[in-house]
C-alpha cells in the first residue's frame, strides 16, 4: 500500500448550528496532486484548516504525515505549505522579502534560501522584479509569488487553496504549467481545492469531490468521469423546447438534459444507448441535424454528482 | 528565540516601508520629533531640559506613537488578510505575539530617544557655555532607561487587546486613542475626587520621596499593569481562536 500523506477518518466539524463537514473519510497518497471540488460553502477551506491543526475537529480524527492534527499541529505546519483563501503577500515587502521572511521562518540556512529565492523567481519570471513592493504587481504576479512562498522550504505537503481564483484565463493557464511544473519538480504531495474543473483534470492524480461538509465521490479524474455514466451526447438541430427537456430529465437513463448554446446535450447513465432517445426527440417534434457523442468531461460529472444531492 | 527574531524583523521593515511610504502619516514622526526635539527644548533650557520633567514629553510621545503601529501590526493583518497563512506558518502563538510587540516597542524608543538626542543637541547648540550639558542626575537616567520600555509595554500590550478586537486599523487607532485620553483625563478629575486621607498619603509620597524613588516607584506600577496585560494579550491571541475570528 503507498505510503499516504492524509488520512482522515470521519472528520466532522460543527459550527454552533451549521455542520460544515460531515464525516470525511479520505486518504491521499504521498507524491499526489489531491484534487478537492467543491461550490462554494462546500467545506474546502474548514478541510484545511483542520489538517493543518489549525482548528479541533467536532469529532474525528487526521493524521498528516504521519501527525495527529489534533495534537501535533506545530510538527504539520512545520513540515507542510499552505496558500489559503487569500495570497498572504505583505505588500509593503519586495517580494524577496515576503520570501525571505517564510524561508527564515522554516529555519532555511541563508545561503540555501537565497539560491532558493533566485530559482523560484527565476522560473516564475519575477527575478527582475524581486526588490519592488509587491503592492504595485499585478494580480497574476502576485499570485505567482503566493504559490511560491508554500513551495520555498520544500515541504512534502502543499495546500493550495484555489490558487487561480480571480485571474484572468490566460494568467491562471500559465500559473497551472508553472504549478504542474514546479510540483513535478520537487515530488511533493499537492492538496489543491478548486471549483475550477478544468484546473482539476489537468493537474490531479486523484479527485473527491464535496458538497455541504459531505464527500460524495473520490478516484482519479477518469474513475469518475466513467462513475458518472460517462456518456454525453450533443445532438445539433431545431425544435429543443424546455417541455422536450422537461421529457428526457424524466427519462431513467437521462441523468440530465441541457440546452448548452442552442445544442441539445443528454448525459446518459451508463450502459444506456443514444438511439431511443434521438427517436423520442424526433418524435416530439425535434431536427435533428447533427448527433456527437463521447466521454464527460468531469464538469459534467461533478454537475451531476451536485444535481442528484440536490 | 529565533522565531521572535525573524517576526521583529519582518514587522521593523512593515513599520518602516509603512511610515516612508509618503503618505501624510509618514511624515507625523518627523515633525513630531522636530517639535520635541527643537521647539521644546529651544523653549525649556537646559535646567529644565536635563531633568525628569523634561524627559516626561518624549518618553509619553514615544508610547503614544505604539498606538499607532500596534493597531497596524494586530488589526491590519487581519484587515490585509496575512493573519491567517502567519497562523499556518511553524511559529508559534508566543514568538509572533512578542515579535510583534517588540517591534512596535522598539519603534516607539527609537522615536523617544530621537527626540531626546535631538533635544540634548539643540539645548547644548542654543545655550553654549563651552562645556557640554547633560543629564546629571539618577532619577533623569532612570527615567530616560526604564520609561520608553515600561510605559510602552503599558501601551503596546493594550494595543494588543484593542486591536483583536477591531476589525479594521482605523477602529482600532481609534479606540486606542480615545481609550488613551480616558485614561489621562480620568485620573486628573479621579485625582481631584480622592478622598482626603489619600491625597495625603500621596502628598507625603510626592513630597518625602527623591526624585529617583519616585520614578521607580512608577516604574514598580507601570511593570505590574505591564504583567497583567501582556498576561491577558497572551490568553487573547490563541491561533484557533484568531483563525475562528
Same mark, same amino acid.
Given at each position: 500500500?503507498?505510503?499516504?500523506?492524509?488520512?482522515?477518518?470521519?472528520?466532522?466539524?460543527?459550527?454552533?448550528?451549521?455542520?460544515?463537514?460531515?464525516?470525511?473519510?479520505?486518504? !491521499?497518497?504521498?507524491?499526489?496532486?489531491?484534487?478537492?471540488?467543491?461550490?462554494?460553502?462546500?467545506?474546502?477551506?474548514?478541510?484545511?484548516?483542520?489538517?493543518?491543526?489549525?482548528?479541533?475537529?467536532?469529532?474525528?480524527?487526521?493524521?498528516?504525515?504521519?501527525?495527529?492534527?489534533?495534537?501535533? /499541529?506545530?510538527?504539520?505546519?512545520?513540515?507542510?505549505?499552505?496558500?489559503?483563501?487569500?495570497?498572504?503577500?505583505?505588500?509593503?515587502?519586495?517580494?524577496?522579502?515576503?520570501?525571505?521572511?517564510?524561508?527564515?521562518?522554516?529555519?532555511?540556512?541563508?545561503?540555501?534560501?537565497?539560491?532558493?529565492?533566485?530559482?523560484?523567481?527565476?522560473?516564475?519570471?519575477?527575478?527582475?522584479?524581486?526588490?519592488?513592493?509587491?503592492?504595485?504587481?499585478?494580480?497574476?504576479?502576485?499570485?505567482?509569488?503566493?504559490?511560491?512562498?508554500?513551495?520555498?522550504?520544500?515541504?512534502?505537503?502543499?495546500?493550495?487553496?484555489?490558487?487561480?481564483?480571480?485571474?484572468?484565463?490566460?494568467?491562471?493557464?500559465?500559473?497551472?504549467?508553472?504549478?504542474?511544473?514546479?510540483?513535478?519538480?520537487?515530488?511533493?504531495?499537492?492538496?489543491?481545492?478548486?471549483?475550477?474543473?478544468?484546473?482539476?483534470?489537468?493537474?490531479?492524480?486523484?479527485?473527491?469531490?464535496?458538497?455541504?461538509?459531505?464527500?460524495?465521490?473520490?478516484?482519479?479524474?477518469?474513475?469518475?468521469?466513467?462513475?458518472?455514466?460517462?456518456?454525453?451526447?450533443?445532438?445539433?438541430?431545431?425544435?429543443?423546447?424546455?417541455?422536450?427537456?422537461?421529457?428526457?430529465?424524466?427519462?431513467?437513463?437521462?441523468?440530465?438534459?441541457?440546452?448548452?448554446? /442552442?445544442?441539445? !446535450?443528454?448525459?446518459?447513465?451508463? /450502459?444506456? /444507448? !443514444?438511439?431511443?432517445?434521438?427517436?423520442?426527440?424526433?418524435?416530439?417534434?425535434?431536427?435533428?441535424?447533427?448527433?456527437?457523442?463521447?466521454?464527460?468531461?468531469?464538469?459534467?460529472?461533478?454537475?451531476?454528482?451536485?444535481?442528484?444531492?440536490? | 528565540?529565533?522565531? $521572535?527574531?525573524?517576526?521583529?524583523?519582518?514587522?521593523?521593515?512593515?513599520?518602516?516601508?509603512?511610515?516612508?511610504?509618503?503618505?501624510?502619516?509618514?511624515?507625523?514622526?518627523?515633525?513630531?520629533?522636530?517639535?520635541?526635539?527643537?521647539?521644546?527644548? +529651544?523653549?525649556?533650557?537646559?535646567?529644565?531640559?536635563?531633568?525628569?520633567?523634561?524627559?516626561?514629553?518624549?518618553?509619553? +510621545?514615544?508610547?503614544?506613537?505604539?498606538?499607532?503601529?500596534?493597531?497596524?501590526?494586530?488589526?491590519?493583518?487581519?484587515?490585509?488578510?496575512?493573519?491567517?497563512?502567519?497562523?499556518?506558518?511553524?511559529?508559534?502563538?508566543?514568538?509572533?505575539? $512578542?515579535?510583534?510587540?517588540?517591534?512596535?516597542?522598539?519603534?516607539?524608543?527609537?522615536?523617544?530617544?530621537?527626540?531626546?538626542?535631538?533635544?540634548?543637541?539643540?539645548?547644548?547648540?542654543?545655550?553654549?557655555?563651552?562645556?557640554?550639558?547633560?543629564?546629571?542626575?539618577?532619577?533623569?537616567?532612570?527615567?530616560?532607561?526604564?520609561?520608553?520600555?515600561?510605559?510602552?509595554?503599558?501601551?503596546?500590550?493594550?494595543?494588543?487587546?484593542?486591536?483583536?478586537?477591531?476589525?479594521?486599523?482605523?477602529?482600532?487607532?481609534?479606540?486606542?486613542?480615545?481609550?488613551?485620553?480616558?485614561?489621562?483625563?480620568?485620573?486628573?478629575?479621579?485625582?481631584?475626587?480622592?478622598?482626603?486621607?489619600?491625597?495625603?498619603?500621596?502628598?507625603?509620597?510626592? $513630597?518625602?520621596?527623591?526624585?529617583?524613588?519616585?520614578?521607580?516607584?512608577?516604574?514598580?506600577?507601570?511593570?505590574?499593569?505591564?504583567?497583567?496585560?501582556?498576561?491577558?494579550?497572551?490568553?487573547?491571541?490563541?491561533?484557533?481562536?484568531?483563525?475562528?475570528?
Amino acid at each position: 500500500m503507498a505510503e499516504l500523506a492524509i488520512r482522515a477518518q470521519g472528520l466532522t466539524r460543527t459550527f454552533e448550528t451549521v455542520r460544515a463537514l460531515d464525516d470525511l473519510n479520505i486518504e !491521499v497518497p504521498a507524491g499526489s496532486v489531491f484534487g478537492f471540488l467543491g461550490p462554494n460553502g462546500a467545506g474546502k477551506t474548514t478541510t484545511i484548516r483542520l489538517l493543518l491543526g489549525l482548528i479541533e475537529p467536532t469529532s474525528g480524527s487526521a493524521q498528516v504525515l504521519g501527525f495527529d492534527t489534533r495534537s501535533q /499541529g506545530a510538527e504539520i505546519r512545520a513540515r507542510t505549505g499552505a496558500l489559503l483563501e487569500h495570497s498572504g503577500l505583505y505588500e509593503r515587502l519586495s517580494a524577496e522579502d515576503n520570501l525571505r521572511f517564510y524561508g527564515r521562518v522554516a529555519h532555511m540556512p541563508k545561503a540555501e534560501l537565497d539560491q532558493r529565492i533566485q530559482e523560484l523567481l527565476t522560473h516564475l519570471g519575477l527575478w527582475d522584479r524581486r526588490k519592488e513592493a509587491v503592492v504595485k504587481w499585478s494580480r497574476g504576479m502576485k499570485q505567482k509569488l503566493a504559490i511560491a512562498r508554500p513551495l520555498l522550504h520544500r515541504p512534502g505537503l502543499v495546500f493550495l487553496d484555489e490558487p487561480t481564483a480571480g485571474l484572468d484565463p490566460v494568467a491562471a493557464a500559465s500559473l497551472r504549467d508553472d504549478l504542474a511544473a514546479l510540483a513535478a519538480r520537487q515530488g511533493a504531495t499537492i492538496f489543491l481545492t478548486t471549483h475550477n474543473m478544468a484546473e482539476a483534470e489537468k493537474l490531479c492524480s486523484l479527485v473527491a469531490v464535496i458538497r455541504q461538509g459531505k464527500l460524495l465521490a473520490v478516484g482519479s479524474p477518469a474513475d469518475l468521469r466513467s462513475r458518472g455514466g460517462g456518456q454525453r451526447t450533443e445532438i445539433t438541430g431545431r425544435g429543443f423546447s424546455d417541455a422536450m427537456l422537461a421529457m428526457l430529465n424524466q427519462q431513467p437513463g437521462v441523468s440530465q438534459a441541457l440546452l448548452e448554446n /442552442g445544442r441539445l !446535450v443528454l448525459v446518459l447513465k451508463e /450502459g444506456e /444507448g !443514444v438511439a431511443p432517445f434521438i427517436s423520442l426527440i424526433v418524435r416530439e417534434g425535434g431536427e435533428v441535424q447533427e448527433v456527437r457523442s463521447g466521454q464527460g468531461s468531469l464538469e459534467d460529472v461533478f454537475l451531476t454528482l451536485m444535481e442528484e444531492e440536490k | 528565540m529565533t522565531d $521572535f527574531v525573524t517576526v521583529l524583523w519582518k514587522e521593523w521593515k512593515e513599520i518602516v516601508m509603512e511610515r516612508s511610504a509618503g503618505s501624510t502619516g509618514s511624515y507625523r514622526p518627523l515633525i513630531a520629533i522636530a517639535v520635541f526635539g527643537i521647539f521644546f527644548p +529651544f523653549r525649556m533650557g537646559p535646567e529644565r531640559f536635563f531633568s525628569v520633567v523634561g524627559l516626561l514629553p518624549p518618553t509619553f +510621545f514615544g508610547a503614544i506613537v505604539i498606538t499607532a503601529v500596534i493597531a497596524d501590526s494586530f488589526a491590519g493583518e487581519r484587515e490585509r488578510h496575512t493573519l491567517e497563512t502567519l497562523l499556518a506558518s511553524r511559529l508559534s502563538d508566543r514568538s509572533i505575539l $512578542f515579535g510583534k510587540i517588540a517591534a512596535c516597542m522598539a519603534y516607539g524608543w527609537v522615536i523617544s530617544i530621537a527626540s531626546i538626542l535631538i533635544g540634548g543637541i539643540t539645548v547644548n547648540a542654543v545655550n553654549w557655555h563651552g562645556q557640554i550639558s547633560i543629564f546629571h542626575d539618577a532619577a533623569s537616567w532612570l527615567l530616560l532607561l526604564l520609561g520608553p520600555p515600561l510605559v510602552g509595554c503599558a501601551i503596546a500590550a493594550a494595543g494588543v487587546l484593542v486591536s483583536l478586537h477591531s476589525t479594521t486599523v482605523r477602529q482600532a487607532q481609534q479606540t486606542l486613542s480615545v481609550a488613551f485620553m480616558v485614561v489621562v483625563v480620568g485620573a486628573i478629575f479621579a485625582s481631584g475626587a480622592l478622598p482626603a486621607d489619600w491625597k495625603a498619603w500621596f502628598a507625603r509620597i510626592l $513630597f518625602t520621596w527623591s526624585e529617583a524613588d519616585l520614578v521607580l516607584g512608577a516604574a514598580g506600577v507601570f511593570l505590574i499593569i505591564d504583567l497583567v496585560l501582556l498576561a491577558a494579550g497572551m490568553a487573547r491571541f490563541q491561533r484557533a481562536r484568531l483563525v475562528l475570528d
